[in-house]
């Protein structure tokens, strides 16, 4: 019998199976690799992406704390941005680089030849390419003069302008980039308000701060026999202070600290806690002239004057006669003399300003500017007069031009004479 045929394979369908199992994972494969090199091309490209910000931003974070203040024990301080009030810490890490110190070297002649010395005190950087505002008699005499910042770095300094009459000086170094302080209005102080000086105490302890509060405004303080308005306040000043900054609790300066009560009084009580200011809002207007000229270019009268002294200031005002600075001379040809104005007359107004001391009459005229015309009211000789003055420009070399105060006998008193012939020295009656 015929053997019975065995069943042929299709061999044929397995490779068409095959080829396609293959050609699918091939397929998959691919695309795998495909999504893979994308993935990891996108990936790689975020990565350096996100490294990139994260540099810029470290970077960024780096310049910002190299741009805050550097102050000792002040790097945990946190600075307000809103312009808030500070704390005393706050305020010093946010101010301390805008005050310097002061170191002068002064020449001195006397009998036994000439000798040299120095001095110290402190100022502030007005602005950022230089200038820096300090007190008159910190550099009074100086042939040399260096400003040392808080970081040490020392520069020469060129004395631009000074004004001894209130006590105001303006220095200058050559640099750009400097630290300067914000200003303030001193305007906006209340007795009670919290104050802050930044100074050079004893030419050796620089960048000290010290804390207190505007004790008193408007204080008539003579200095070299001039009389300026200033602050008064029971945070401690010390020689070496002289011209720093006084800064109210935002940071901003309001004051040149410039002079203290120190020692006894007279009835032997010990004097402490009293230092004073001189307010910004006077001394800008200075500044702003010392930095253009030189010199105070303002409106000039052309008299030496004086205060009544407490003495015949209440007498008068007993007697209900005016009280105001007196006139002890007048310079020949001056705005004074050819407004008529005399020796012995007492100035009670200027324009529609009234006056009763002689700082007074200083912050009247700042109203003004060389060449301008107003009235000056002054009593003579019992009778009101009202004169018309066009001022001149103050002279470059223009000194003090008030006189110290003078003390009345005791034995010319009223108990002593009639009050007509007391007040003659004072009011011209009988002239």
């Known amino acids: 019998p015929p053997k019975p045929q065995k069943e042929r394979k299709n061999r044929k369908g397995f490779w068409k199976g095959f080829l396609c199992t293959v050609l699918a994972v091939a397929l998959v494969a691919g695309s795998c690799g495909l999504t893979a090199y994308n993935v990891n091309t996108r990936w790689k490209a975020q990565t350096e992406k996100m490294e990139e910000t994260f540099i810029s ?18 790097a945990s301080v946190t600075i307000p941005t809103d312009g808030s009030a500070m704390t005393p810490s706050q305020l010093y890490a946010a101010c301390v680089n805008s005050v310097v110190s002061i170191s002068s070297t002064v020449q001195t002649n006397s009998f036994y030849g000439s000798s040299s010395g120095s001095s110290s005190g402190s100022g502030f950087i007005l602005t950022e390419d230089g200038y820096v505002v300090t007190n008159y008699h910190v550099v009074e005499g100086a042939t040399a003069i260096h400003v040392i910042l808080h970081d040490d770095t020392e520069y020469p300094a060129e004395l631009v302008g000074q004004d001894a009459t209130n006590d105001i000086a303006v220095l200058k170094v050559d640099a750009v980039g400097l630290p300067a302080a914000a200003l303030g209005s001193s305007g906006s102080l209340n007795i009670g308000d919290m104050v802050a000086a930044i100074g050079n105490p004893l030419g050796e302890l620089a960048s000290t701060q010290t804390i207190g509060y505007v004790s ?29 900054p006084l800064f109210n609790m935002k940071g901003e300066v309001v004051g040149i600290t410039t002079a203290k009560y120190s020692g006894n009084s007279s009835s032997g009580a010990t004097i402490e806690g009293i230092g004073f200011a001189i307010p910004i809002n006077d001394a800008m207007a200075l500044v702003e002239d010392l930095m253009e000229f030189g010199y105070v270019k303002g409106a000039y009268m052309g008299v030496m004057i004086r205060d009544m002294d407490a003495q015949t200031a209440a007498l008068a005002q007993t007697y209900g006669l005016p009280v105001g600075p007196i006139i002890i001379s007048t310079e020949a040809g001056g705005a004074a003399e050819r407004a008529g104005l005399q020796a012995n ?28 015309t107003t009235t000056v009211t002054v009593f003579r000789n019992t009778q009101t007069l009202e004169l018309e003055i066009t001022f001149d420009e103050r002279p470059a070399d223009a000194g003090v031009t008030t006189q110290p105060q003078e003390t009345v006998p005791q034995e010319t008193m009223p108990s002593q004479g009639g009050i007509e012939d007391w007040l003659k020295p004072f009011f011209g009656w009988g002239n």
């Open 57 to 74: 931003q470290i970077q960024d974070l780096q310049q910002k704390i190299a741009e805050l203040p550097s102050a000792t024990g002040s």
């Open 216 to 244: 008193g405004i408007n204080r008539e303080v003579t200095t070299d026999n001039t009389i300026i308005s200033m602050i008064q306040t029971d945070a401690a000043i010390n020689p070496g202070n002289s011209g720093g």
């Open 345 to 372: 007359d007492i100035v009670t107004q200027i324009g529609d300003t009234r006056v009763q001391t002689m700082s007074e009459l200083t912050r009247a005229l700042r109203k003004f500017e060389p060449g301008d």
